[in-house]
């Protein structure tokens, strides 16, 4: 199975800053067939579902703010939120779908410094 | 818009079954595969077992593998999720989740319900 590792677990910001959250795969999850990276980031506000922010690795999903970004290839990637807001307070995973199973990451826990 | 409402939840003893319920609506069911997810109390998330738009395939974790069967009602725009011998390390909210994309079996979740949570417990 592949192993997702985030780093931070725990990230405090300033409103307005940008915050870093870093996510490393145990194996590539870069397609040979597609040069696509089977790699996407959620975002988890308390009491509610995942929403999916980017797949494809930097592909934002449609309605997601573009102060969200995503880049990295093969087993390192990383979600920016170039400028942080009081509403994106939350927990953050990364995921592959490489192919079964699926894996997280731990999640990242964002709060407001 | 799309919308997908779980069911089923409960408390249950050690070994006993209980099955989950996922009613969709604002799309057309039976053009995607249907995923269930499940996160513990406090915990991160864990994929559960997937199947195919047609319901001709099905894949699960190591830990559903042999107790819980996914299927699906495409007359009823319906994914269930029956789970068998049921041990308290799988209490956890369970979510169900679209797949991002028609006619494919990939691990993408574009839409999750609310989830059901289920407590296993004597």
């Known amino acids: 199975d592949i192993v997702m590792t985030q780093s931070p677990d725990s990230l405090a910001v300033s409103l307005g800053e940008r915050a870093t959250i870093s996510c490393k795969s145990s194996?590539?999850?870069?397609?040979?067939?597609?040069?696509?990276?089977?790699l996407a980031w959620y975002q988890q506000t308390p009491g509610q579902p995942p929403k999916l922010l980017i797949y494809w690795a930097s592909t934002r999903e449609s309605g997601v703010p573009d102060r969200f970004s995503g880049s990295g290839s093969g087993t390192d990637f990383t979600l920016t939120i170039s400028s942080l807001q009081a509403e994106d307070v939350a927990v953050y995973y990364c995921q592959h779908y490489y192919g079964a199973p699926y894996t997280f990451g731990q999640g990242t826990k964002l709060e407001i410094k | 818009q799309v919308h997908l409402v779980e069911s089923g939840g409960g408390v249950v003893q050690p070994g006993r079954s209980l099955r989950l319920s996922c009613a969709a609506s604002?799309?057309?069911?039976?053009?995607?595969?249907m995923h269930w997810v499940r996160q513990a109390p406090g915990k991160g998330l864990e994929w559960v077992a997937v199947i195919s738009y047609d319901g001709s395939s099905e894949y699960y974790a190591a830990s559903a593998k042999g107790r819980f069967t996914i299927s699906r009602d495409n007359s009823k725009n319906t994914v269930f999720l029956q789970m068998n011998s049921l041990r308290p390390e799988d209490t956890a909210v369970y979510y169900c989740a679209r797949a991002g994309g028609q006619h494919w079996l990939g691990g993408l979740f574009d839409f999750w319900g609310q989830g059901a949570l289920v407590t296993v417990s004597s």
């Open positions: 604002g799309f057309t069911f039976s053009s995607y595969a």
């Open positions: 194996q590539s999850v870069l397609s040979s067939s597609n040069n696509k990276n089977y």
